[in-house]
């Protein structure tokens, strides 16, 4: 292994929901989104304690023994900020964020993300990001966040406007930007002593502070489906 800095697995969980009254609560086939989040997880590669960070007492109450539990009931924009405000309770040089609301998360896109992460010599400055390539109809949805990167997959822009604009045929695919991130811990510390930017707000993206204000350079990792 090139990398051998220490990595855990942070999931951000919060009991509110725009669209749906205690979303990580919901069950599909007897065990809630939460959890199956979880055991996602756990089917991958990743063999450390799993953390999840969460405003809620029943989300407390209902994770299982071995998870890594803190509860904090401030109240954050993002779940990059709910991190960012725990971090004296993790012991490691890298975040992996993963949101708490993806029961179907498939484990190999883990492993690609993790595999990368260890075999490559990454910087205090980096942050990889996965993404998958998605049809034109995904690309009109304003609710996926549609990437550009360059010709080295690094990030150049993330919005929910249709981009990149095609005024001429090209072989560009259209890009989704995943929930799921490796960003060095010192970034993470970072990310609540600057305010939200007028890019962010406008966009509605954790993501975009990262490029925007902190200057990091993210490189993009194709994954298979998410």
Known sequence: LKNNKTLKVVIPCRI??????NKMLVKI???????????????????????????????YDTLPKDVHKIINKNNYINGTERVSDN?????????????????????????????Y????????????MGYTEIDEKEANNPSIAKIVTDSNDNLLYISRAKIPYFK????????????????????????NQFKT??????????????????CCKIKCLKLSFF
Not at 101 to 112: L, W
Request: net charge neutral; charged share 25%.
């Open 197 to 214: 930017s007028d890019l962010q707000m406008a966009e509605d993206n954790e993501w975009i502070k990262f490029i925007d204000i902190l």
């Open 16 to 21: 509110g929901s725009s669209r749906i009254e």
């Open 117 to 128: 992460f260890y075999s490559k010599n990454i910087n205090n400055n980096e942050i990889l």
């Open 87 to 115: 971090l004296q309770f993790l012991n490691c040089e890298y975040i992996m964020i993963i949101h708490g609301d993806q029961p179907f998360i498939n484990y190999e896109n883990i492993n690609i993300m993790l595999d």
């Open 168 to 191: 001429n045929n090209s072989s560009i695919k259209y890009k989704k930007g995943t929930s799921l991130l490796i960003i060095p811990k010192e970034k993470l510390v970072m990310y």
């Open 29 to 59: 086939n007897n065990k809630n989104i939460i959890n199956r989040t979880i055991d996602g997880i756990k089917k991958s590669k990743y063999n450390n304690i799993i953390t999840v960070v969460t405003d809620s007492e029943k989300i």
